[in-house]
């Protein structure tokens, strides 16, 4: 079955304990993204990835990391999260550029993550 | 800066009923605009997409049009059921493959 997969789907943590969602797709897509779901505000992308090693700045990348070592995993990285960064959070896949503009992407279930 | 604006922001009909939902956006120069659903403590579905150069895609009970020029979609459900009780979301492609989202328009269907 066709998946985009994070983990954990749940975490509550503490202010400056680094963590990492894993987002991984097992649909051979190039792109890759995040987004972040507050009320208000809407899906806002953080970081997205064309292809491996290959990786840009969404709207809001302030207080994240990603990296895109392999075609399949596309992790992200709070490495002192803040009472700010507690929010749902989403990764989403598609295919290849040219192709993803006629595509829907793909989108995990989400993980809601709790920063107190 | 591209912006989207969804209309309204809830809506509760009883079953049965046809139903419009209302997206904007400011920049016309788009790919393709999507229409998804999120249930709550799901991800997000995708429903239909519609090309730039179209004007109206449909799925079952779904008809969703565009009008890039005007800047403009609509999400028309026909008879609606429960189970269409959900959040649902706009969002247009520019540039990078990237999706700018409305704030979404939250579907109560009632028996």
């Known amino acids: 079955e066709a998946q985009v997969t994070q983990n954990p789907r749940y975490l509550i943590t503490v202010t400056g304990k680094k963590l990492t969602v894993t987002c991984s797709q097992n649909m051979n897509h190039e792109y890759m993204s995040w987004y972040r779901q507050d009320p208000g505000l809407g899906l806002r992308q953080i970081y997205y990835s064309m292809n491996v090693e290959v990786t840009d700045k969404g709207d809001v990348p302030e207080g994240y990391k990603v990296s895109r070592k392999e075609k399949r995993n596309f992790p992200l990285i709070l490495e002192s999260p803040s009472p700010n960064q507690t929010s749902l959070y989403f990764c989403?896949?598609?295919?290849?550029?040219?192709?993803?503009?006629?595509?829907?992407?793909?989108f995990g279930d989400g993980t809601r993550l709790s920063i107190l | 800066k591209q912006e989207v604006t969804q209309i309204p922001a809830a809506l509760s009909v009883p079953e049965g009923e046809n139903l419009v939902l209302n997206c904007s956006f400011t920049d016309s120069a788009i790919y393709n605009l999507q229409w998804f659903r999120q249930d709550p403590g799901k991800g997000l579905t995708s429903l239909l997409l519609?090309?730039?150069?179209?004007r109206e895609q449909t799925s079952g009970r779904l008809n969703a049009s565009l009008d890039k020029s005007s800047g403009r979609s609509t999400l028309y459900i026909a008879a609606s059921q429960p189970g269409d009780s959900a959040t649902y979301l706009c969002?247009?492609?520019?540039?990078?493959?990237?999706?700018?989202f409305g704030t979404g328009t939250r579907l109560q269907v009632t028996l």
């Open positions: 969002a247009v492609t520019g540039t990078a493959s990237k999706l700018t």
């Open positions: 519609i090309q730039s150069s179209q």
């Open positions: 989403a896949s598609s295919s290849a550029f040219r192709q993803s503009l006629n595509q829907p992407q793909h």
